[in-house]
């Protein structure tokens, strides 16, 4: 099991309190210096727990004064100035590492009179969050979605009620939402490509989801299998391996990782296409506790850029995602389809992406 982090337990404790009637609306919580005092925990620690509260709507924040339960039936956040405001529902809290979206949507209302209000759906859920925003006064939302499969009917209430919506990194399978992509499939297959040329003949890719599950998954590994044929690569005793690690069971995901690292070395893979940075960089990490080491004993290559990935040691070889780029045509295209609905083509649109050379493949 993974374990929680110190924030997520604050979190866990306030949210139990408040949904047990403890705490009630309008109660006034302990102030950052009493939580890190009653939970031995840093400053930047509660103010992260009170940060996740406030973004899941369960408590409010006034300047001077502290913080609040929140009244369900009432939204205490205050007004924009022009009254104009569009949501961001994440999959995360905010969190750079996992991409700049928000300074690049934040780019683009800049120039005009639109504010952001940004929610996680890492406490309340993603569908509580879908069902309080179509009721909300929001003039429209931007969803980076969990998965391209999940919650499909309160997202077909948006397609009927024609609200604006624009998805990121993800389509939404079987609804024609607009949405805004990295150019996964062309990721997939620069990393594939990238490990051919440095004469690496048997590649395995793997994920943490079932590829039907996300399309931004599925368009890499599409790639990833595009770049095999091509180079007359296709092995199916390679296939069979990679359509095994294809999704993992996430309560026992190092167990996992162990399994897959020593498959790759008896079945003498010298390659891995990760789904992205962070399963990459586990990898590693494992690779290293089994007395194994990248790129010498297998070269990896993973998918996003996250700033973690010029640090670690190796350096990750990577694929990189214009994130702020990502927000920027979100942003651009959401208020489009809310200022001339009638006139928006639904085309999507796709970000270009990059291979960034690092440290983690080696030249066979």
Do not use: W
Not at 71 to 90: F, M, N, Q, Y
Not at 122 to 135: D, F, H, M, N
Request: net charge negative; hydrophobic share 35%; glycine share 6%.
């Amino acid at each position: 099991m993974e374990q929680i982090p110190l924030y997520q337990h604050i979190v866990n404790a306030l949210t139990a309190k408040i949904e047990s009637g403890e705490l009630q609306a309008g109660d006034q919580l302990p102030t950052e210096a009493e939580i890190s005092k009653e939970y031995k925990v840093s400053r930047i620690t509660s103010k992260r727990a009170l940060n996740e509260l406030e973004n899941a709507k369960l408590i409010y924040r006034i300047q001077g004064k502290g913080s609040f339960v929140s009244d369900a039936k009432v939204d205490h956040r205050p007004l924009s100035k022009t009254g104009k405001e569009i949501l961001l529902i994440l999959p995360f809290a905010h969190n750079p590492g996992l991409g700049d979206y928000e300074k690049g949507i934040n780019e683009y209302l800049a120039t005009t009179d639109y504010s952001l209000n940004i929610q996680s759906n890492t406490i309340v859920g993603q569908r509580k969050l879908l069902e309080s925003a179509l009721q909300s006064a929001h003039s429209g939302l931007i969803l980076y979605p969990i998965s391209s499969i999940s919650d499909l009917g309160i997202l077909y209430q948006y397609h009927l009620a024609k609200y604006p919506l624009v998805t990121m990194d993800k389509c939404i399978e079987g609804i024609p939402f607009l949405s805004v992509v990295s150019d996964n499939f062309s990721g997939g297959y620069q990393a594939s490509k990238h490990l051919i040329e440095n004469n690496h003949k048997k590649i395995a890719f793997i994920s943490s989801l079932k590829v039907e599950n996300s399309s931004s998954i599925r368009e890499r590994y599409f790639g990833y299998l595009k770049a095999l044929y091509d180079y007359s690569l296709i092995d199916y005793s390679v296939n069979d391996l990679t359509d095994r690690y294809l999704t993992h069971d996430h309560d026992n995901g190092r167990e996992y990782y162990i399994q897959f690292i020593q498959s790759v070395v008896n079945q003498g893979i010298t390659g891995i296409v990760a789904e992205n940075d962070l399963i990459a960089i586990e990898i590693i990490q494992i690779a290293k506790e089994l007395g194994l080491s990248v790129p010498d004993d297998f070269s990896v290559v993973g998918f996003d850029d996250i700033h973690l990935a010029s640090f670690v040691e190796p350096k990750l070889t990577t694929i990189s995602q214009d994130f702020g780029q990502m927000g920027y045509q979100a942003a651009r295209n959401l208020i489009s389809l809310i200022e001339h609905p009638l006139e928006h083509p639904l085309e999507n649109v796709v970000i270009p992406v990059r291979l960034m050379e690092r440290q983690t493949v080696k030249k066979l």
